[in-house]
């Protein structure tokens, strides 16, 4: 169902995406799929000491990378951390105009269940800008305090490694436990078991749109 499609991710924060849905992301270029993503925030005030300040914008490029994102398919805004609410209007329409730019099937973005400040902006605006699309929520279950499972990725050992592969280029963010790659194995794990295959990431159905 997601073979061939154009796919865009949207990140609140460099590694939101890779951590709700990195091995799908994996899966779906795997399968021809050509996926672009848009990170709204670096939180450059946010980068640990000892680190430059746009230390999460060199991240996300290498960890994108390592996903097989192609480099002209990577947007990166500078939207300050923490504060997309009071931006929402210049968010809205750098979504259109990406909507018009990319012309994605299949959106990904924060579950409508996550209660991050900056998530939820980027939640609700991309609802309005995509609302043409098959739109699917990804979960960060340390920001939910309740998750739809209403869709499920099958996935194998290999895009999970993927994932976990490229969650190792943020060195701002280690030690972390979401981090952890026995977290993200385990929750993958977890995933799978409900639906009765190794390995599976799930997502909320906000809309879904059948051609």
């Not at 914008?57 to 390592?66: D, F, H, L, Q």
């Amino acid at each position: 169902m997601l073979e061939n499609k154009r796919v865009l991710v949207l990140a609140p924060h460099t590694d939101d995406g890779e951590l709700g849905c990195g091995a799908t992301i994996a899966k779906l270029i795997e399968a021809n799929s050509e996926v672009y993503y848009a990170a709204f925030s670096t939180a450059d005030e946010s980068v640990p000491k000892g680190f430059p300040s746009n230390q999460l914008e060199i991240e996300v490029k290498a960890a994108t990378k390592k996903l097989g994102i192609k480099k002209d398919n990577l947007f990166v805004y500078k939207y300050h951390v923490r504060k997309l609410n009071y931006v929402r209007q210049e968010i809205l329409e750098a979504l259109i105009k990406l909507r018009d730019e990319v012309k994605p099937e299949v959106v990904f973005l924060p579950s409508s269940k996550d209660i991050h400040q900056d998530h939820v902006t980027v939640t609700n605006e991309g609802i309005r800008a995509f609302k043409y699309c098959t739109i699917l929520g990804y979960e960060l279950i340390w920001n939910n305090l309740s998750f739809n499972t209403d869709c499920f990725v099958t996935l194998k050992e290999k895009h999970v490694k993927k994932k976990i592969k490229a969650l190792e280029a943020y060195k701002t963010q280690a030690g972390k436990a979401y981090m952890d790659p026995d977290f993200i194995r385990s929750l993958a794990k977890v995933r799978g078991t409900q639906i009765g295959v190794d390995f599976a990431e799930t997502f909320e159905v906000i809309r879904l749109m059948i051609r």
